[in-house]
């Protein structure tokens, strides 16, 4: 589990491991549905079940999450989110980092992979990812495939 001060604004945040799938979904809906208008088919895509999440709590309030399908030697991280208000305290960065030492406690898991919507691409190589393959559309939204050696 991340447990510290937010970089920027102060707080207590933690995060770590859930079971907590409700919350993290009402995360999701906010972000995604909400804000992105993803529709709730392609955000709800049914592999929930299958994967590890974790959730990002300031001064207790849930304000992110993220989850991780592991897929042998690499694990997909996905579903990641931070709410507008919590955005540009560095919330994002550790939860990010928060998943990859999670990935790093994983039995043969030497890499991981995501799929970065475009606009966030710079975010992801400030934080040691690689762009890989073609620009694709996931639910209407450009994305790019990106990795990261653990």
Not at 49 to 68: F, K, S, T
Not at 77 to 93: F, H, M, N, Y
Request: proline share 3%; net charge negative; aromatic share 4%.
């Amino acid at each position: 589990m991340t447990d510290g001060a937010a970089a920027q604004g102060g707080g207590r945040l933690e995060i770590g491991p859930t079971g907590d799938l409700e919350t993290c979904l009402a995360l999701r809906r906010r972000v995604f549905i909400e804000e992105q208008g993803v529709s709730e088919a392609d955000e709800q895509d049914g592999r929930d079940g299958a994967a590890q999440h974790l959730l990002a709590r300031l001064d207790g309030r849930p304000v992110g999450c993220a989850r991780i399908l592991l897929r042998g030697e690499s694990a997909k991280i996905g579903r990641v989110c931070v709410l507008p208000g919590a955005r540009g305290a560095g919330l994002g960065a550790a939860l990010i980092g928060a998943c990859l030492d999670h990935l790093r406690g994983q039995a043969g898991v030497t890499r991981a992979v995501l799929g970065a919507q475009t606009h966030a691409l710079g975010f992801y190589e400030r934080l040691g990812f690689v762009a890989f393959g073609e620009p694709y559309m996931d639910a209407g939204i450009p994305h790019r495939d990106m990795e990261r050696h653990l």
